[in-house]
């Protein structure tokens, strides 16, 4: 797989700082994008055909409602309603057909077309799941974020303030560690893969210690001795913790 570079986001991103630059960059590229589908402009005709096509799975579906624009989200969800509704049709036809043509013969239905209904129902249900869950936002921030991982270990490997940048960063949240890692394995030689691996762990191990430590901190706030004791950067320290874990970040 042949990735391009992206460095100005990537570099915005670091400057950021937080506990991960790969979230400062999804959270960015996720909010230009529901801003971009319910926008004013002209949709690209590619993009509506994909729109009507593929939907949006639940979070984005929320995303867009939250935003407020009831008639834009209505007219996207009312077109690929009428694309879904037809697919669905087909389907349920085929579907219908496979079971009645079994039920002529309740003998032959046991004998051997037990095993055809069968898969029939289950690729049904495997493409209602699929339905519901793919995503053209998805789809996009997961193009955009395989170029920005990309693009961070193209930095590391090639540019050295970039490699100081990155050793007093933070590492990633689990999430986009493991992306960089998957990016790392389909790109980078085997001993560049392990090189990365010795560069990431330590900062990763050490945010974590960190965060554990001031985790503590905020909870020990709560007994009434420690009223008084100053937070610091501790104050923030849930937040972070769950981002850190799960790649969420909490609003
Ligand atoms: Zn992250
Ligand atoms: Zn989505």
Redo the contacts with the bound molecule.
Sequence with gaps: MKYHIDTIPVWDAYHQEGE?P??NL?NKIEKSYVESFLGGSVMEPDTRIEVNKTGFCPHHFQLLYDAQNRLGLALMTHTHLKEFMEKFQQRSNAILKANKGRDTSILGNIIKGRKDVQQAISEFEEWLIKQHHQCIICNRMTNNMNRYAYTILYLWDTDKEFKETLKSSKG??L??LALTIKIARETLPSHKQTLWLAEVIPLQTKSLHNLEQELSQFINKFDYRNQDKPLGSAKDSLPRTI?KLT?KFMD
């Design positions: 991960c790969l979230c999804e990633f949240c999430k986009h981002q790649g």
